[in-house]
């Protein structure tokens, strides 16, 4: 809590200075009023698009631009996307956010991509009157920063115990490992939500093994691991770190299931893992394989583009540029942040590629998750 605390009267003084900068440069005013904008909504997004989890942004790029091109295509409404790479930095956030309002000036805000930096730059948004929406900040007490900040992320609390009550059942789960990135916030709110999921499923954890972002030698946490012999491994890291932690335990004889959090959905933890990451178990409202012919359509049209299959980050950052399409329309202005935060909070029965969505009365996604499982390099559905 108090580094959460430092975290955001960092961003706001960090905040502070920028906006004077901003002024000093003779930026654009802040469009806050009741104007009627009929011009294109310039929406920012702030994602993680180079360094070790460049992954996750780089998805989420891909499915804003392949959103924004269908939308302006429709003609219902004309949206422009301006992009800053946070780097997976706070502070590179806090900038971020900082340029897009009071510089380019935009009407709303997409990111960041990570649940620390969007503590961290969240506050800047919401004390600015610009609505902000995470779609992959899954962290408990993210919306908690304030009336302006959205996500369709599925939180921790909502997909992780899905996937442990699944793996729990699956494989008679009796006692477990656990490890964490320790100087991560979203991590340390993962593990959080897996500690408790695993009492409230009445499994013993054997010992609780932690780490740092970036860390490459995981030896000694499962070696101790191994020697422990537990009936699984939970895991709450980003997959840079998950791969690794993945390689070093079949390498080392753990053959035991591992269940993940968010960090584990990506096709870059099966990519760096290789045969390694067969077995790997996570919840997320994303399925590509499901019977649903606008996730076909997404699927095939993302294919087209990229040449690859879409992730989880591509496909929640395809709805969420939808989302903001939806309540720009009914908003009726592409400049007016007030009325989009306002018509953003009211959006419910959308149906977007995840699935069924709507936001609670604390701008938390209502919707489900299926839990999945790494099989034959890709990801499956656990039955």
Same mark, same amino acid.
């Given at each position: 809590?108090?580094?959460?605390?430092?975290?955001?009267?960092?961003? %706001?003084?960090?905040?502070?200075?920028?906006?004077?900068?901003?002024?000093?440069?003779?930026?654009?005013?802040?469009?806050?009023?009741?104007?009627?904008?009929?011009?294109?909504?310039?929406?920012?997004?702030?994602?993680?698009?180079?360094?070790?989890?460049?992954?996750?942004?780089?998805?989420?790029?891909?499915?804003?631009?392949?959103?924004?091109?269908?939308?302006?295509?429709?003609?219902?409404?004309?949206?422009?996307?301006?992009?800053?790479?946070?780097?997976?930095?706070?502070?590179?956030?806090?900038? !971020?956010?900082?340029?897009?309002?009071?510089?380019?000036?935009?009407?709303?805000?997409?990111?960041?991509?990570?649940?620390?930096?969007?503590? !961290?730059?969240?506050?800047?948004?919401?004390?600015?009157?610009?609505?902000? %929406?995470?779609?992959?900040?899954?962290?408990?007490?993210?919306?908690?920063?304030?009336?302006?900040?959205?996500?369709?992320?599925?939180? &921790?609390?909502?997909?992780?115990?899905?996937?442990?009550?699944? !793996?729990? &059942?699956?494989?008679?789960?009796?006692?477990?490992?656990?490890?964490?990135?320790?100087?991560?916030?979203?991590?340390?709110?993962?593990?959080?939500? %897996?500690?408790?999921?695993?009492?409230?499923?009445?499994?013993?954890?054997?010992?609780?093994?932690?780490?740092?972002?970036?860390?490459?030698?995981?030896?000694?946490?499962?070696?101790?691991?191994?020697?422990?012999?537990?009936?699984?491994? %939970?895991?709450?890291?980003?997959?840079?770190?998950?791969?690794?932690?993945?390689?070093?335990?079949?390498?080392?004889?753990?053959?035991?299931?591992?269940?993940?959090?968010?960090?584990?959905?990506?096709?870059?933890?099966?990519?760096?893992?290789?045969?390694?990451?067969?077995?790997?178990?996570?919840?997320?409202?994303?399925?590509?394989?499901? &019977?649903?012919?606008?996730?076909?359509?997404?699927?095939?049209?993302?294919?087209?583009?990229?040449?690859?299959?879409?992730?989880?980050?591509?496909?929640?950052?395809?709805?969420?540029?939808?989302?903001?399409?939806?309540?720009?329309?009914?908003?009726?202005?592409?400049?007016?942040?007030?009325?989009?935060?306002?018509?953003?909070?009211?959006?419910?029965?959308?149906?977007?590629?995840?699935?069924?969505?709507?936001?609670?009365?604390?701008?938390?996604?209502?919707?489900?998750?299926?839990?999945?499982?790494?099989?034959?390099?890709?990801?499956? &559905?656990?039955?």
């Amino acid at each position: 809590m108090k580094k959460s605390l430092t975290k955001i009267l960092t961003g %706001m003084m960090i905040g502070t200075l920028l906006l004077t900068t901003a002024g000093c440069g003779g930026a654009a005013p802040a469009t806050n009023s009741g104007s009627q904008g009929g011009g294109a909504a310039k929406i920012g997004v702030v994602a993680y698009m180079t360094g070790g989890g460049a992954a996750y942004g780089q998805s989420q790029k891909e499915g804003l631009d392949l959103a924004k091109d269908e939308i302006n295509a429709q003609g219902k409404v004309k949206i422009d996307l301006v992009f800053e790479d946070s780097r997976g930095n706070n502070t590179e956030a806090i900038n !971020a956010v900082n340029k897009l309002i009071n510089k380019d000036n935009v009407v709303g805000l997409i990111g960041p991509t990570l649940s620390g930096e969007m503590f !961290a730059a969240g506050p800047i948004a919401n004390q600015s009157g610009v609505p902000i %929406m995470g779609t992959s900040t899954t962290a408990e007490g993210i919306t908690d920063l304030g009336e302006y900040v959205f996500r369709n992320a599925l939180p &921790e609390s909502s997909a992780v115990p899905q996937a442990v009550k699944k !793996a729990v &059942e699956k494989y008679n789960l009796k006692k477990v490992a656990v490890m964490y990135s320790s100087n991560n916030d979203w991590a340390v709110s993962g593990y959080k939500t %897996m500690e408790k999921a695993l009492k409230d499923n009445g499994v013993e954890i054997v010992t609780t093994e932690t780490f740092a972002d970036k860390d490459t030698d995981f030896s000694a946490q499962l070696t101790k691991i191994s020697s422990l012999k537990p009936d699984a491994v %939970m895991v709450s890291s980003l997959y840079q770190e998950a791969a690794l932690v993945l390689k070093k335990a079949r390498e080392i004889g753990i053959t035991v299931p591992f269940v993940g959090t968010n960090g584990f959905n990506s096709p870059e933890l099966i990519k760096i893992a290789g045969k390694a990451a067969e077995g790997a178990i996570v919840a997320s409202p994303w399925y590509p394989g499901k &019977e649903n012919e606008k996730i076909k359509k997404f699927v095939a049209d993302y294919k087209a583009k990229y040449n690859k299959v879409p992730d989880q980050f591509a496909a929640q950052s395809y709805d969420a540029l939808y989302i903001y399409a939806n309540a720009l329309e009914k908003a009726g202005s592409s400049t007016d942040r007030k009325k989009l935060r306002d018509s953003l909070a009211t959006i419910k029965d959308f149906q977007g590629v995840t699935g069924k969505f709507a936001f609670d009365d604390k701008r938390n996604p209502l919707m489900n998750a299926t839990v999945l499982i790494v099989k034959d390099g890709q990801f499956t &559905e656990l039955k």
